[in-house]
Structures are given as structure tokens and as C-alpha cells.
């Protein structure tokens, strides 16, 4: 139960970190990046890559800008 929860949470937080992203920026990496600072993955973080991972999605790069978020499982 406790992965199952651990799993939800992570989950959440990826949810809450996207309406963020969505919300607070213009959707350009540099932008994202900004936001993304304080996420406790940061540091693991590529912002050469044309993908970033928070805990479950994974954001898609084309020319610096968001083009697809995708579910990582």
C-alpha cells in the first residue's frame, strides 16, 4: 500500500507542478526551467534535452517550446 501511495503523491505532485507550468509561464523552456526550480528533482534535471522528467510525466520540447507532455510508467 505504501508504493501505491507513494505512487499517487508523485502523481499529484506532477498534476499540481503542471497546472503551475500551464497557469504561471509561457509555456517556453526557459520559462519552465524558472518554475521548476524548487521541484526536488531539479538538479537531475536536462534543460539541453529536448525532454524534462518531473516524477511521472515527462515534458516534450520543439524549438524551446512545450509541445507534449507524456505519461512515464
Given at each position: ?70 505519461k512515464q510508467w
Open positions: 500500500m505504501t508504493c501505491q501511495k507513494e505512487g499517487y503523491t508523485d502523481t499529484e505532485n506532477d498534476l499540481d507542478q503542471l497546472i503551475e507550468i500551464i497557469n504561471e509561464t509561457d509555456l517556453t523552456k526557459s520559462a519552465i526551467k524558472s518554475e521548476l526550480k524548487d521541484h526536488r528533482l531539479f538538479e537531475y534535471m536536462d534543460f539541453n534535452s529536448d525532454t524534462i522528467s518531473l516524477d511521472r510525466v515527462s515534458l516534450i520540447f520543439e524549438t524551446d517550446k512545450l509541445k507534449n507532455v507524456t
